[in-house]
């Protein structure tokens, strides 16, 4: 059974930082892309960013560019995504999610982050 | 950046009725859409992929069509487990690899 699971999620205050892990089981990892995707209290859901493979290609929405890092390691099943200089508005249930090249075709059950002081 | 935008806003229907909503795309995205249903505390599950194909275990209630801008998503016939919003994403012309603002479906 494919999972994925999200962690290191927390309160933190504005102009902090945080590091969340997705744990990946149940499928060969390293033959996945994936996405990271979150959503705000009472909002939509939005796509922050993708990453390919090997890591030689990564996307990031233009809300998050130069704050967020994505990353993965696939001798460790996992992604990663370092979260800094986080703003109120970066407050949400962040997703991971794993594409297979037509659709995000499994999903975390996410991790909340606050941004608050 | 391709912009999509959905409708309508909420649909508020009875079990065994016919659902039927709309996502536009703001320039082509030939068949590179997908269909997602989100629930309050669950995971986003992906319905349909490239417009109208369903996937993996997803019930034949559910159906896409369309191509270019304009794509619908049918349910044909509600069941009370399909209270929640749904969300299209196109993957034609990404970064960003947009959601679509949501439809929420109400079961009376």
């Known amino acids: 059974e494919v999972q994925l699971v999200e962690s290191g999620g927390g309160l933190v205050q504005p102009g902090g930082s945080l590091r969340l892990s997705c744990a990946a089981s149940?499928?060969?990892?390293?033959?996945?892309?994936m996405n990271w995707v979150r959503q705000a209290p009472g909002k939509g859901l939005e796509w922050i960013s993708y990453?390919?493979?090997?890591?030689?290609?990564?996307y990031y929405a233009d809300s998050v560019k130069g704050r967020f890092t994505t990353s993965r390691d696939n001798a460790k099943n996992s992604l990663y995504l370092q979260m800094n200089s986080l703003r109120a508005e970066d407050t949400a249930v962040y997703y991971c999610?794993?594409?297979?090249?037509?659709?995000?075709?499994?999903w975390g059950q996410g991790t909340l982050v606050t941004v608050s002081s | 950046e391709i912009v999509l935008t959905q409708s309508p806003a909420t649909l508020s229907l009875s079990p065994g009725e016919r659902a039927t909503l709309s996502c536009r795309a703001s320039?082509?995205?030939?068949?590179?859409l997908a269909w997602y249903q989100k629930k309050p505390g669950q995971a986003p599950r992906l319905l349909i992929y490239?417009?109208?194909n369903r996937a993996t275990g997803i019930p034949a209630r559910f159906s896409g069509s369309g191509s270019g801008t304009d794509f619908t998503l049918t349910i044909s016939s509600l069941e009370p487990e399909d209270s929640a919003i749904y969300y299209c994403?196109?993957?034609?012309?990404?970064?960003?690899?947009?959601f679509g603002p949501g439809t929420k479906v109400d079961i009376k």
């Open positions: 999610g794993r594409w297979d090249g037509r659709g995000g075709d499994s």
């Open positions: 149940g499928f060969t990892f390293s033959d996945y892309e």
């Open positions: 990453i390919d493979k090997r890591s030689t290609t990564i």
């Open positions: 320039q082509s995205v030939s068949s590179y």
């Open positions: 490239d417009a109208s």
């Open positions: 994403q196109q993957r034609s012309n990404w970064p960003p690899n947009s």
